[in-house]
């Protein structure tokens, strides 16, 4: 069970912007740890989407953005475009776990 | 060009065993921490396991004292022995690599492979 949470689904219009929230706890991204996103699309593996909370790796658009708040961080698609329709999920890490790293449980986003 | 392969997924009976192998190639292998994260079918990812530069292995409740994560830096392949495998140990299996050099924990993942799927099944 994932102690990092997602929105199951959030869903916009070609052109809209859309947030997808992370909410964590004093243990994982309370403590100071960085959040990072990664897309998912169908069928294929996770992709590096923002790392260190907000930064984004070369070759990812601008539209995509990310921020980190006290327990929570949140990614935000700016101009919503067909292609962006995947799943997308946090990732940071924990000091309750006996296994450090945690997975958010996932949103999908849906492009109308 | 940076890369992770792996392979060795397949179908295995409850209780049975299977290791799973991830090639690295274009990094220097073993001053990077790895991990191998899982996602069940229609399901999201799964942490399972994770070496650090140093050698130190860390395991998901979920998955201590049946699975092993080892590597043989002369290979630069990473690998997953899993042991009394359930039907709950179904999943797609992706190794990953972390971001920062010589660090624990290691920032985001981010080179991952294309993933391996092991079935449990009677």
């Known amino acids: 069970q994932s102690v990092l949470t997602q929105p199951p689904s959030v869903s916009g219009a070609p052109g809209q912007r859309v947030t997808i929230s992370c909410t964590g706890n004093s243990f994982n991204i309370g403590t100071g740890y960085d959040v990072h996103w990664y897309q998912q699309l169908r069928g294929t593996a996770p992709k590096l989407l923002i790392y260190?909370?907000?930064n984004r790796p070369s070759g990812v658009p601008d539209r995509f953005s990310g921020s980190k708040s006290g327990t929570s961080a949140s990614l935000a698609i700016t101009g919503l475009q067909a292609e962006d329709e995947a799943d997308y999920y946090c990732q940071s890490y924990d000091t309750s776990l006996s296994g450090p790293c945690v997975f958010g449980t996932g949103t999908k986003v849906t492009v109308l | 060009e940076v890369q992770l392969v792996e392979s060795g997924g397949g179908l295995e009976q409850p209780g049975g065993s299977l290791r799973l192998s991830c090639a690295a190639s274009?990094?220097?292998?073993?001053?990077?921490?790895l991990s191998w994260v899982r996602q069940a079918p229609g399901k999201g990812l799964e942490w399972v396991s994770a070496?650090?530069?140093?050698?130190?292995?860390y395991y998901a409740d979920s998955v201590k004292g049946r699975f092993t994560i080892s590597r043989d830096s002369s290979k630069s392949t990473l690998y997953l022995q899993m042991n009394s495998l359930r039907a709950d140990d179904t999943a797609v299996y992706y190794c990953?690599?972390?971001?920062?050099?010589?660090?624990?924990?290691?920032?985001?993942?981010?080179?991952w492979g294309q993933g391996t799927m092991v079935t449990v099944s009677s």
């Open positions: 260190g909370n907000g």
């Open positions: 990953a690599k972390g971001e920062i050099q010589w660090e624990f924990p290691p920032g985001a993942f981010d080179i």
């Open positions: 070496i650090s530069p140093g050698g130190s292995t």
């Open positions: 274009g990094f220097t292998f073993n001053t990077y921490a």
